[in-house]
């Protein structure tokens, strides 16, 4: 059984106009996507920036109200607990933000924020609570010492470590990371993503992985969902996204994967261009005269891409 199920998912906020504030319009920032997550695995969700991919890491968390669709976890519906203080379904879903800086109390010692949400809800003395810290400290990496100072004196590669102790503290099944290391230098980024990686093993977590950078989700995620004006336009294996990748916006995502070999560089940049160019040409193939993105149609059983219903049959993977 899946851990996490989501079906045909919409949240649109609505716009408001005129000095009574009616509602004028709507932003549809998710318009019916679904998707399942098996318990120990990673999705990974990429897109650019707008396309709904927070949004739906709310909708998970309970924190913004649907429009439609119901949400699954461990076999039962949360929807209903949307807006409301459900602290068992809290306690098992939890979230890391790539501006942890902001969401650190600044005023507060690491200690106080690790602990936090210890306090609500265990039920924990002094002692315990400080054994339990050090040992979140430990698993990200940190030293005791760390549960005395404050965020400023962290850099960030760091403060993202003391985010991720948190998110962790209350033995969670399931972790949204938006972005987790967007805000990180290279360098940095990669060391997050084996904390995260080792920590996922540990605990066996599940991973639902919010990303612009198909780069970086690479070698964190083995699901991939691609998704362009608010829907999914692509969904599937690692393998299939990466090698056999249906949808034109796809491609031009994988095109621009920065390459690391500087050898590679040129031939990278024609190839970028040459996709940019097909993009323009070919784009009216991939979504309706109104710019929506269709219905996933299956490429193979581990793979499906959003295509007209007259498109010819993918074929399969190769
Ligand atoms: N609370 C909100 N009220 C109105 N519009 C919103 C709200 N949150 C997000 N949006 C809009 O929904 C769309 C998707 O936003 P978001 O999910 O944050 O995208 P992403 O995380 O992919 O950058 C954007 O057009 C954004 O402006
Ligand atoms: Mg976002």
């Known amino acids: 059984m899946p851990l996490l199920e989501v079906k045909d998912l919409k ?27 098996e318990p120990g ?8 920036s707008g396309s709904g991919k927070s ?9 913004v109200p649907l429009t439609g669709g119901n949400i699954f976890f461990d076999g039962e519906d949360i929807t209903r607990y949307i807006g409301k203080n459900h ?11 790539q501006d942890v800086y902001s969401s650190l109390n600044p005023k507060k010692r690491v200690l106080d924020i690790i602990a936090e949400p210890l306090r609500n809800f265990e039920n924990q003395t002094k002692t315990e609570e400080r054994y339990s810290v050090d040992e979140l400290l430990a698993i990200v990496g940190l ?11 962290f850099s960030g590669g760091q403060r993202q470590r003391i985010g991720i102790a948190r998110a962790i ?45 198909l780069g970086v989700v690479r070698h964190m995620c083995e699901t991939l969902a691609i998704m362009h004006n608010a829907r999914f336009v692509e969904f599937g294996s690692r393998e299939s996204i990466y090698n056999n990748a249906r949808h034109i916006y796809t491609r031009k995502l994988i095109a621009a994967i920065p390459d690391t070999d500087p050898a ?10 040459q996709l940019a160019d097909e993009y323009e040409r070919e784009k009216e193939q991939f979504y309706n005269k109104d710019g929506q993105v269709y219905d996933l149609k299956e490429v193979s059983s581990t793979h499906f891409a959003a295509m007209p219903e007259s498109s010819p049959p993918g074929g399969g993977d190769a």
């Not at 549960?147 to 400023?152: C, I, S, T, V």
Request: glycine fraction near 8%.
């Open 143 to 153: 030293t005791p010492a760390a549960a005395l100072k404050y965020p400023h004196e």
């Open 264 to 273: 590679l560089r040129d031939a990278n940049a024609r190839q970028r261009q």
């Open 87 to 97: 602290s068992a379904y809290r306690k098992c879903v939890q979230m890391i933000f």
């Open 41 to 48: 695995q990673t999705l990974g969700l990429v897109g650019e």
């Open 11 to 37: 949240v649109h906020f609505p716009i408001k106009g005129g000095i009574l504030g009616r509602t004028v319009g709507w932003v549809k920032a998710v318009d019916g996507v679904s998707f399942s997550v």
């Open 55 to 63: 949004t739906i890491g709310k909708a998970i968390l309970g924190l």
């Open 169 to 213: 503290a209350l033995k969670p099944k399931l972790i949204v990371a938006d972005e987790p290391v967007s805000a990180l230098d290279l360098s940095v980024q990669a060391q997050v993503l084996n904390y995260l990686k080792d920590i996922q093993q540990e605990l066996h977590l599940t991973y639902f992985f919010i990303s612009h950078d």
